[in-house]
């Protein structure tokens, strides 16, 4: 099957947003929270939680400051949301994939 113009236009695109949704990931924030007693020592099981974070540059995550707050110490991790982002690739080329279908040349054109 060979491609016109507009379908070799929505193909490179689609390839392009691609790779920009790659070198801009989603992330996901991590928060361990660890109850603290007067004395400074642990007192409670840790807690963790994860929310969604921003879009950020692959080689540069995003960042959450941590550290002691009243009675608890709190610690941040980050990670790559994976789910996400290949949701969001399927989106992509399920959307690239229609658009070609539906720009594709009429038999007519196709036969001149």
Same mark, same amino acid.
Do not use: C
């Given at each position: ?44 099981? $840790? ?12 080689? %540069?995550?995003?960042?959450?400051? #941590? /550290? !002691? ?7 941040? $991790? ?12 399927? %989106?992509?080329?399920?959307?690239? #994939? /229609? !658009? ?13």
């Amino acid at each position: 099957m060979m491609l016109n113009k507009n379908q070799k236009t929505v193909l490179w695109v689609a390839l392009g947003i691609i790779v920009l949704m790659g070198i801009f990931p989603p992330w996901i924030y991590g928060t361990n929270t660890t109850p603290l007693n007067s004395s400074g020592k642990i007192d409670g099981p $840790t807690t963790f939680e994860e929310s969604a974070a921003e879009y950020h540059f692959i080689f %540069v995550p995003p960042t959450q400051t #941590g /550290g !002691l707050g009243d009675n608890f110490f709190v610690s941040h $991790t980050h990670r790559l949301d994976y789910g996400r982002l290949f949701i969001e690739w399927i %989106v992509v080329i399920v959307v690239a #994939g /229609g !658009l070609i279908f539906l720009l594709k040349d009429s038999p007519k054109k196709q036969n001149q």
